[in-house]
């Protein structure tokens, strides 16, 4: 089957930086995304990572180990309209390339 | 970016009634669209893969008489859920993708079904 780990929930303060974890074990691997989504509305694109190392997009970092079966999503200069979920998914090989997501993280920022 | 439109928002329709919800790919040509659907608080669930011109990849466990796709064009697939209960009730979301591996999935608003 298809595991994808992530924590339930962070809080963080406005200005900091967060680290939010994705760990990973799929039958076939074809890249990693991570997806913003706040309550109600679709998720939107962050980052994608194929190869292994740091992907660096203005305040948006994201990482990926494919021996270690991990990423993560490094957020910067946090803002509160940052409070969100991120999702984590894997995007399988073979067939559809279909985009199996994890559990997602929520993300709270505090002043 | 690509952009992906759903439809209705939002609908509120009687047990044992069938709902239609409309996913169309608006300036792109998707071969292969994804429907998802999603409970408060939860991730995105994979129900099936819809492929153009011919039959929907269900998911494990999704029932295929139940949640009906059809993938009339290259840019608009359908989600019937059929004889809708309760517990259907739920976010849906449909996302397209322009081109192939490591492209971005683009997602649809969503479709709040509420079954009363």
């Known amino acids: 089957g298809q595991n994808i780990d992530q924590p339930t929930e962070m809080t963080a303060t406005e200005g900091a930086i967060v680290q939010i974890n994705c760990t990973y074990q799929t039958s076939g691997f074809n890249g990693l995304f991570w997806y913003q989504q706040h309550a109600g509305e679709a998720p939107t694109f962050l980052s994608y990572?194929?190869?292994?190392g740091l992907e660096e997009k203005g305040r948006f970092s994201s990482f990926l180990s494919r021996s270690k079966g991990y990423s993560y999503l490094l957020l910067k200069e946090l803002q509160m309209k940052d409070s969100a979920s991120y999702l984590c998914a894997v995007n399988l090989s073979g067939g559809y390339n279909k985009l199996i997501f994890g559990a997602g993280t929520r993300l709270a920022v505090h002043p | 970016g690509a952009v992906v439109s759903q439809h209705p928002s939002w609908v509120i329709c009687k047990s044992g009634t069938s709902v239609k919800i409309e996913c169309r790919s608006l300036?792109?040509?998707?071969?292969?669209m994804f429907w998802y659907r999603q409970f408060p608080k939860q991730s995105l669930m994979l129900m099936a893969t819809s492929n153009e011109g011919s039959k929907a990849t269900y998911e494990q466990g999704v029932e295929k008489d139940k949640f009906l796709i059809n993938h009339a064009s290259l840019t608009l697939s359908t989600l019937t859920v059929t004889s809708a209960h309760p517990e259907d009730s739920s976010f849906y979301i449909c996302s397209a993708r322009d081109g192939s591996v490591g492209t971005e999935a683009f997602f649809g608003q969503g479709t709040r079904l509420t079954v009363v």
């Open positions: 990572n194929v190869l292994d």
């Open positions: 300036d792109f040509q998707a071969t292969t």
